[in-house]
């Protein structure tokens, strides 16, 4: 009667389908910790601790502590698809596994990972889920490039182009034939223009032997270290481990593996909110079935004109002894105290020594946002070029891209007349459809 490690997976196999169909509908962030509750089944039901066919009493004790996971946090779950299915998902199984409701719970345990060094690819892994080892020896290396989101928020585009943008609401980062990125920016506070980012939303498509579609999702307090199906790894193929998640600190720094596709994504957590740095071969950046239709394809587009915000004319305006950001305009509410501009100068300096555009958009958020934790999102992003940018000597940029009417990107031309971020005009209710 007991469920051994395989049974458990199968078990688990309708969440990624109601997953994808829940991020299809951009939403505010919300404090439902099904995600949680899942994560923390898997860790109880599979690996080194899964419980062997005779142990249907431990089995039984790990869903009813997932039930009252549930039960928790069902006053903030309401309407949400993932939690329904959970719920209903644990009946099938307590019935399925004659488990009563009433019974001792176990305490949820962290999966083992493996020591440092060992890798969990198995050795007879089909070839062609391992992007690098699946080039012939005669062919060139694959080129990579890296794109990055962060702070108010400020984005550097495969093509190394940096823009400050408004883009409130759900945004697609990525968007092309292996995987799609969304994130959703909110405002930092009430009445203020400065937005971050809140949400983020992967999607892992179904790809050959390799892995099944898997699913990724953090919000604000909620950086969870699985796919939204509990599993860390591709699924029940023969390359599932080609897509791997790896917890760096917990609740702050995760890094998904992508072998298959040669890439790497870096997602952080930093004070309230998100960071995302990805690392990927051009060939995988432009595999879209029709290029023309991949405008907003943040990552590789950039942010429309029109969302565009141009900082160091901000700053420009900014600098002058004791000069704070302007209130937002009536009526609404007052904006959020900020740093004085030498204030923020120094905070930057602290941690971005060279005055590169990090350094500047450091400065721009302490001055839009008032959140020190800025500081460290712009530290951080730095890091990840660093460690995913194939080409050191573009580590550092100095001269902000901007678009010129007709899609034309111009660096380093007169900024044009802005008005001051706290004047700008509300941006319009605009969510694009992300499929």
């Not at 860790?43 to 419980?51: D, F, V």
């Not at 901007?402 to 007169?414: F, H, Y």
Request: some cysteine.
């Amino acid at each position: 009667m007991g469920m051994g490690r395989g049974a458990g997976r199968s078990a688990l196999g309708f969440w990624p389908t109601l997953a994808f169909l829940l991020c299809s509908f951009p939403a505010a962030t919300s404090p439902c910790k099904i995600l949680k509750c899942n994560s923390e089944f898997w860790s109880a039901t599979s690996g080194s601790h899964a419980p062997a066919s005779d142990d249907a009493p431990e089995f039984c004790a790990a869903l009813r502590t997932y039930a009252l996971c549930t039960r928790r946090t069902a006053r903030t779950c309401r309407g949400d698809l993932a939690y329904h299915s959970a719920v209903h998902g644990i009946e099938d199984l307590m019935s399925q596994h004659n488990c009563s409701k009433d019974g001792p719970t176990s305490q949820p345990r962290l999966r083992m990972l493996p020591p440092a060094g060992d890798s969990q690819e198995r050795s007879d892994s089909p070839e062609i889920c391992h992007y690098e080892k699946s080039f012939h020896k005669h062919s060139a290396a694959p080129n990579y490039t890296h794109c990055g989101l962060f702070g108010d928020p400020h984005l550097r585009t495969f093509t190394d182009r940096f823009q400050t943008c408004k883009v409130q609401g759900a945004w697609p980062l990525i968007d092309n034939n292996y995987l799609n990125v969304q994130v959703t920016n909110t405002p930092v506070l009430p009445g203020s223009a400065a937005t971050a980012t809140s949400k983020l939303t992967i999607i892992f498509k179904n790809f050959q032997e390799c892995v099944d579609q898997k699913v990724y999702q953090a919000e604000m307090d909620e950086l969870p270290a699985a796919f939204a199906d509990g599993s860390k790894n591709g699924g029940d193929k023969h390359g599932a481990n080609s897509l791997k998640i790896t917890e760096k600190v917990s609740g702050q720094h995760v890094e998904i593996q992508a072998k298959y596709i040669g890439t790497t994504i870096v997602v952080r957590q930093v004070g309230r909110y998100l960071t995302f740095a990805v690392r990927m071969p051009e060939e995988v950046v432009n595999a879209v079935e029709d290029r023309d239709s991949q405008g907003l394809y943040l990552c590789l587009r950039g942010c429309p004109l029109n969302q565009q915000i141009d900082f160091q004319a901000f700053r420009t305006n900014a600098e002058g002894p004791g000069t704070r950001r302007p209130a937002a305009a009536s009526p609404s509410p007052a904006a959020p105290e900020t740093f004085p501009y030498e204030t923020a100068v120094a905070k930057c300096k602290e941690k971005l020594p060279v005055e590169d555009l990090y350094y500047q958009a450091c400065v721009f958020d302490l001055l839009t946002t008032g959140d020190v934790n800025f500081t460290l999102a712009a530290y951080y992003a730095l890091e990840d070029v660093k460690m995913l940018h194939s080409n050191k000597d573009k580590l550092h940029l100095y001269e902000r891209t901007r678009e010129l009417p007709g899609g034309v990107a111009a660096a380093g031309l007169p900024p044009a007349p802005q008005r001051l971020l706290g004047t700008l005009v509300p941006l319009l209710a605009l969510i694009p459809v992300f499929w």
